[in-house]
């Protein structure tokens, strides 16, 4: 699905242990809008279970074009427990998705066809950016929720 200009989107993920996230990627569709984007680790907060702090962010990176996987290598261990991948995009590539008949829903009811199914959290801002927290003075932070088009996020991948 086309991404949005000026937005993070946030994938939550859980692991049993402490891990180390060598790889992040995304993959574009065959796309001739690219654009940059940065790859983003986040707390998850444990009272709420929202997207937190961000305690990893890659440069600015190209997106590829045509199948291109777009990847950063961070490195990073996060803790046992629950996180949050994000890709942030300074244009509006297409990108792959999780389609919304296949992902659980994180928040809300897992009604296939209508009512409420919060799907995944974004959060737009004023320009080009990875938020170093939410909530941020600024940032419009929201739950996308259920319409026939919405696909369930972008699809973020990690290897350990």
């Given amino acids: 699905f086309t991404v949005y200009a000026n937005r ?14 060598k790889t992040i990627q995304i993959v574009p569709s065959n796309t001739v809008t690219t654009g940059n984007c940065y790859l983003s680790i986040y707390s998850a907060d444990p009272s709420t279970g929202l997207p937190k702090t961000k305690l990893w962010s890659s440069a600015s990176i190209a997106v590829g074009s045509g199948y291109t996987k777009t990847t950063a290598s961070p490195n990073y261990t996060v803790p046992a427990g629950y996180f949050y991948l994000a890709a ?5 590539p297409t990108i792959y998705g999780y389609q919304k ?3 659980l829903p994180i928040f809300g009811a897992p009604d296939l066809t209508s009512g409420y199914r919060g799907y995944y959290f974004v959060a737009d801002t004023n320009g080009f950016t990875a938020p170093a927290s939410l909530p941020l003075s600024g940032v419009t932070f929201a739950l996308v929720d259920y319409t026939a088009a919405n ?6 991948e990690f290897a350990i």
């Fill in 8 to 21: 993070t989107y946030f994938s939550l993920f859980v692991v049993p242990r402490s891990t180390t996230i």
């Fill in 88 to 92: 942030s995009f300074s244009s509006t």
């Fill in 101 to 103: 008949t296949y992902s």
């Fill in 151 to 156: 696909y369930a996020g972008v699809r973020i």
